[in-house]
Each structure stands twice: as structure tokens, then as C-alpha cells.
């Protein structure tokens, strides 16, 4: 099994998550503005890709982390803009589009939100201060893929009144078989440490500082298909994309603002904390191939919405509420 890294821009923060052929199973977003319509972008009809960005600028990269979970249609995209110099580009609109690497099978405009990985100062850990240096906001589209195999999200943005292309950095393997429960999937049941199997030692199964204890009290096991939870798979101080730390840190506000009747379980990917040594069997039996990854589960057991990446306060919350 792969380490779990995302394939990144160098100290960028990549902002992503992902859901199955669904909306990931959150409540709908706020409408957009008109100013961010589909109609505001050129139509796909009778172009490829080649012919949709040709005599556009370019000089923008759209840096998508959402590196095993995309399925055949409908996906939660998210997405960072940033420059050529590795710079976080905030825009005034954005939509994506999707091909095939040959440019054929070309759909969109998709048009995109901006979320924030942002979170109240009092759940703040010592980590998420400086993981957002580099910024804080991120993208987010529901695309569509029209078939399994190879496929590149490309995006066209409104930059200072005019269009400029953001290439995209890597194709996405779209359909990929195996990977963790998809929405609609029954959970997989495993045991998650808790601080009494630790003698209360938190700092042994979470890397977060300081831990957070109300995330680190349940045993999975014990709760899942007998109420809803929140499974958050992250490692804030060893997360290669420097995402962990700001999303457990957005659990822990959910949890405190939202939560009431839903059990919260963070669980850390490496034994003993310790990137040199297996993962966890968590991470294992979860088929997970990046980090990080955060699922909603109502009371019967099935997964309702799961995030690869990051993921807002907003769009958490939205999720708890379905499962409550």
C-alpha cells in the first residue's frame, strides 16, 4: 500500500474532497451568485477541450488533491487556484471542466463555491495557525465524468474581467475499483483506541496539540450501526498536504456546535505515530489510499457522505444534520 501523500505543489495547501456519483451526500450549498452562472462561461456543445481553451491565457494551475475517489458521474470536486509561482489565487469565479486526457468526452462548465478551512479561534489547534499560512480558501464543483478510466479537471477563472485557463496538474483515475465504502455502503466495523486503552495518555493515538479528548473517547466498534457518527481519518502533525490538522480541528467545531446526538471518532493513520512504521489497522481495513478522510454514518450503519481532503465547517455540518 502506497503512503498516504497526496501528489502536491510544494508547501501549497491543497484543498480537496470527494464523494461517489452523488452531491457526497450533503445538503444542498447556498444558490450562487448570478455573477458565477454556468451561462457565464463557454458551452461544451460541438468542442473538445483543445478547441474550448483555445486563445485563452494561461498562467493558472487548478490543484485538485482528489486523488482515488472520483467515480463515473456526478463528484464533489474541491479544488486550490494558485499561480505559476506556487501562489494561492483567490478569484472572482471559477468552473471546471472534464475530458478525457485526449480532450474528447468534454463536459461542464461546472461551476464552483468557495468553502473555507477556516475554524473558531477557541478549537483552534497549535498546528492549523501556520497549516493556513498559505490560505485558507478552497473550491468546490459537482463534476461529472463520463466514463471510468483517465480524465483531467480543468478550469477556467475570472481573473481581474478576463478568462485565464487553470491546467490542471495531473490526470485523475476515475472508477478505480476496491477503496473505502462508498455512500450507500455498509461501514467497516473496527475497533479505534480510545484514551482508557492508552491509560489516558492521548498524545499516543492522536497527533494533534493538544489532543482533543471528546474525538478520542468511543470506541468505533461500539457505535456504529446503533447511532450516527463522524469517522475522521487524519494525522495533523505528519499529513504530507498539511490538511489534518485544520479538518480535525473543523470536526471538533461541528462536534461542539452540531453534534448533540452524534458520536465524533478521530483516528490517527500511523502506529505509534510513527510515519516510518505500518498504518493502523483502521486505515487498513478501510482501503483508504490518501489521507485525509472523513465519513458520515447515520444509525443503520451506512456511510451518507464522505470527504477526501478537506471539507468546511458548513459542509460538515450539513452532513450531520441528514444523519441526525
Known amino acids: ?144 465524468y463520463g466514463s471510468r478510466g483517465p480524465h483531467i479537471a480543468l478550469g477556467l477563472v475570472r481573473l481581474d474581467g478576463r478568462l485565464v485557463v487553470a491546467e490542471p496538474v495531473s490526470a485523475l483515475p476515475i472508477g478505480e475499483q476496491g477503496g473505502p465504502p462508498q455512500i450507500g455502503e455498509r461501514a467497516i466495523r473496527v475497533k479505534t483506541q480510545t484514551g482508557a486503552d492508552v491509560g489516558g495518555d492521548l498524545t499516543r493515538i492522536s497527533t494533534r496539540i493538544p489532543p482533543a479528548p471528546r474525538l478520542l473517547e468511543t470506541n468505533f466498534a461500539d457505535v456504529v450501526g446503533k447511532k450516527p457518527v463522524v469517522l475522521l481519518f487524519a494525522t495533523p502533525a505528519l499529513c504530507a498536504s498539511r490538511t489534518c490538522g485544520p479538518v480535525v480541528d473543523i470536526a471538533e467545531q461541528v462536534r461542539a456546535q452540531n453534534g448533540k446526538g452524534v458520536t465524533f471518532i478521530h483516528q490517527e493513520i500511523y502506529q505509534d505515530n510513527d510515519p516510518g512504521k505500518p498504518f493502523r489497522q483502521p486505515v487498513l481495513a478501510w482501503r483508504l489510499p490518501t489521507e485525509p478522510w472523513a465519513f458520515v454514518i447515520d444509525r443503520s450503519g451506512k456511510v451518507s457522505a464522505r470527504f477526501e481532503g478537506v471539507f468546511s465547517v458548513g459542509e460538515l455540518a450539513r452532513a450531520v444534520e441528514r444523519v441526525k
Not at 76 to 102: E, H
Open 1 to 144: 500500500m502506497a503512503r498516504l501523500l497526496f501528489f502536491l505543489l510544494a508547501s501549497t495547501v491543497v484543498l480537496a474532497a470527494c464523494g461517489a456519483d452523488d452531491d457526497g451526500g450533503a445538503a444542498p450549498a447556498p444558490a450562487q451568485p448570478a455573477a458565477a452562472a454556468p451561462a457565464h462561461f463557454p458551452s461544451v456543445e460541438g468542442k473538445t477541450l483543445q478547441a474550448l481553451v483555445e486563445g485563452l491565457p494561461k498562467g493558472a494551475i487548478l490543484n485538485v488533491s482528489s486523488a482515488k475517489g472520483q467515480r463515473v458521474g456526478r463528484n464533489r470536486l474541491g479544488f486550490a487556484i494558485v499561480d505559476r509561482a506556487n501562489k494561492q489565487i483567490d478569484v472572482s469565479a471559477v468552473a471546471v471542466y472534464t475530458a478525457r486526457p485526449d480532450g474528447t468526452q468534454l463536459r461542464g462548465p461546472f461551476v464552483a463555491r468557495k468553502e473555507s478551512l477556516d475554524v473558531a479561534t477557541q478549537y483552534r489547534s497549535a498546528q492549523t495557525s501556520s497549516d493556513l499560512a498559505s490560505g485558507d480558501s478552497f473550491y468546490v464543483a459537482d463534476a461529472v
